[in-house]
């Protein structure tokens, strides 16, 4: 009797622990089809009502009056490139400039310290906090909403991950390329720009194209910096279109037109940024460290 | 650059500050003011927002932080509203995504075949590629409706007469599309983040409580999970950061509403997104001084945010010894 | 303007902001910024105006007339377009009545819209019914006082689910300015304004929002401009007016409202709501464009009172046909003669 109420528990107790297994793995496995549905549905809609939109007219001509059909969204694909190609001539030398300073000249200062807190501050601040500040020191002044004042938004942001990327990835190269050098005499400076950062060239590019991609999608700053325009950019001191302000604009409205090129939009833009953060890694899987 | 060999150190390493120095010099000159150039950046986005927050600060006080009520016209304004819609869009969005994206996880690190983990891994990431606008886009066009005709009128009709919680109007858009759409927003961090825990778990433990006796999933819950929790943790409160800061695509989503949220349907905003969406049309200095005041305490949480998850994240370093 | 290289790209950009622009007649690129009520029909006037002028680009961004108005007190903008006349407060801001012109450009109807997929009729709505919704007395579609509104109408008893402005807007003092004048309870409780306290609904961004978010929601109700329900085929009602008659918000039906106005204001500022006539819509609205009456930018200055010269006179003709009204022959010459004082350098920049 009590060796049978034995086996009956111990039964019961695998039993639990087989359930807890079944339970458990099947959360996970329905959690992991969430995640995977999520993407698919989002990319589907995407392709599905989005595609459409995307003929030549779309690529190159401007929009139409509203409501009007045969428009297109060139104005804000030229502006993107514009604002980003601005926002990396800003952003990418002061963010890798501050990252080698925190990985390869900083001592235990105040100085060093006070910056380093700086960084990790300002990378989490809301980008709208950045575009405010850039309203009131380069739009009101100047009287205009203007490309620079996006791009001057972007470069600010792209700073901080720069400067953090960078630090992480110098730090990664060993001493001993940088004893090398200074065994061999040469001076600091060499040694930095000579040996280490070409060293950590792959991870520093890496940082700088996730930046990009990151600022590339940004859409609140530019707001209150570069406003939209409906023409092609003809000045830098004007205000210009941007990928995230149009879909953000035809999103909004009631326009089954413009919900098409929203989608549109919306498609280039993920693919162009998927694809391209696919090439990266490909690229870059050489230089990385050991896989795990 | 002299390639000869020297035998005493310090008389090398004055042969090379006299020949080179001024390199040396010049190179501390420039990133240092890079770096100075920098601070003065942030310095001066924190002088704008105080400055211009500070006609609202002097008016309204520090109660504006507490209080209820946005009236453009005759000008008495309260934040209290944004800031319990901040914490709760943030908090619900990190807790959704916290667990749909640990158990995720879970199940690519220990289900999953090696071949299969790599590609999953970098399919979900994708999700991390998209644009917040394109996130908004989703959920004002696709989620929000079908919240609204689906979700939002069987909560209002089957339970909304017993609990006022689920009494609201169906609109759609508001809290529930916004912490949806924010929490999809957040997976990707979570998980490869998670993901990354996960593997640095060393087999032989895990295979030590195996051969105990454990099941696969006793080992997950009892070993796994407390081995990896710093990196857990870390990657909870990056995506907590994450949230708080999220802008376009809540104000897309959140349906814009100035009271304190009574049932599950309601809509409200968040402290990044009224900026976002009032910003350039206010009405009048005050107006404008009370959005800024809005950024100031934005930027606040977010400090105290950053500062707080620095010291749970070293303190949960120190008592455990794990690396996180 | 199009653009072939990177390389060109880069000449234009340098050579447009060192050379002077008054070298070329009508040349140039400015930025309005404001009214989305009037954005379809501003938005054609851009298009229409740079095929004739190829060389002026005018940059219209429907930002909400709060934005127009803020953005043109800021002086970031060439003209901003409001369909709220500046308050004296910020006419004061901007330098008092005699440093600013308004310039009514067109006039239009805010339509009650609404999304009811079973309820082919058209609805009517009286005061009661829409003071009713937005103060959110009424909750349900089969209300007795929008029952009474139609009679043999089967309403659903759906959620009344209100929407309204959530930026600053002028079709939102047009809408707020009608509910003050005919609910006491209103003009009490909310009052008129560009931003007010809503006591129910959610908000969308400008009327594109508005309409978008009527458009995805069952039962919901919004007011918008007459050419965004009838571009997006969504249902709008007729409203009674101060005569009892139930109005269909057509253009022809806010120039008699407009007609109906007893007299004009100087500087023009003036409101068209809840007007006399029998035949008058009551909800109806009209759009000014704001300029400094010193254009401190001379070239900018002609380019633009070119261009609203134009609009008032030979773009008139795109307004009916996006569902606006033609202005009147008495404002538009009241308009054109305010267009005048507007100064370039001393003398009018109309003068050739």
Known sequence: ?292 | MTTAASPAPPARTQQREGRSGRGDRIYHVLIQSMVCLVLAIFVGIFVVVVTGAWPAMKRFGLGFVIHSGWDPVHLVFGAFPFVVGTIIVAFGAMILAGGIGLMTAVCVTELLPHWLQEPVTYLIELLAFIPSVVYGLFGLLVLAPMLQRTVEVWLLTHLGPRFAIFNGAPYGVGYLSAILILALMLLPLIVSLSREALILVPKDIKDGGLALGAGRWDVVWGISFPYARNGIVGAFVLSLGRALGETIAVAMTIGGGYRLPTTVMDQGYTLASVIANEFNEVSSDTYLSALIYCGLILFVITVVVNILAYFIVRRLSGIHGFKA | MKIRSLSSLTVMVVCLNIAPSSLLAQSGALTGAGSTFINPLMSKWSKEYHTLHPNVEINYQSIGSGGGRQQFLAKTVAFGASDAPLTDEQLAQAGGEANVVHIPVTQGAVVIAYNLQGVSKQLRFSPESIAGMYLGTIKLWNDPKIAADNPGVSLPVKPVLVVHRSDGSGTTDVFTDYLSKVDAEWKSKVGRGTSVQWPVGIGGQGNEGVANQVRNTEGGVGYIELAYARQNKIAYGSVKNRGGNYVEPDPKNVTNAAASMKELPADLRFSITDEQGPQAYPIAGSTWVLLYKNQSDVAQGKLVTAFVEWAITDGQKYANELDYAVLSKNLAQKAQAALRTVMCGGKSCLSK
């Open chain 1, 1 to 292: 009797m009590a060796s049978k109420l034995k086996t009956l528990v111990a039964g019961l107790f695998e039993d639990r622990r087989k359930w807890r297994g079944i339970v458990g793995f099947s959360m996970t496995a329905v959690a992991t089809l969430i995640s995977l549905g999520a993407l698919f549905s989002i990319l589907g809609y995407l392709i599905i009502h989005g595609i459409g939109a995307l003929d030549l007219n779309f690529f190159i001509k401007e929009p139409a009056a509203v409501g009007d059909p045969g428009g297109g969204i060139a104005p804000s694909l030229l502006g993107t490139a514009i604002l980003v190609t601005i926002s990396t001539i800003i952003g990418a030398p002061l963010g890798v400039g501050v990252g080698i300073y925190l990985s390869e000249i900083a001592g235990d200062t105040l100085f060093a310290r006070v910056t380093r807190v700086a960084i990790n501050t300002f990378i989490g601040v809301p980008s709208i906090v950045i575009g405010i500040f850039v309203y009131f020191i380069l739009v009101k002044p100047t009287n205009t909403f203007s490309a620079v004042a996006g791009g001057l938004a972007l470069g600010i942001i792209m700073i901080p991950i720069m400067a953090r990327t960078t630090e992480d990835v110098l730090r990664l190269v060993p001493d001993s390329i940088r004893e090398a050098g200074l065994a061999l005499g040469a001076p600091k400076w060499r040694v930095t720009f000579d040996l280490v950062l070409p060293a950590a060239r792959a991870g520093v590019i890496t940082g700088g194209v996730l930046a990009v991609a990151r600022v590339a999608g940004e859409t609140a700053p530019l707001i209150l910096t570069a406003l939209g325009n409906e023409y092609y950019p003809s000045s830098l001191f004007k205000p210009i279109d941007e990928i995230t302000l149009r879909i953000l604009k035809y999103a909004r409205g009631p326009y089954d037109v413009w919900h098409q090129q929203a989608y549109g939009a919306a498609l280039i833009l993920v693919f162009g940024v998927a694809i391209g953060s696919l090439l990266l890694r490909l690229a870059t899987r050489d230089y990385n460290a050991p896989d795990r």
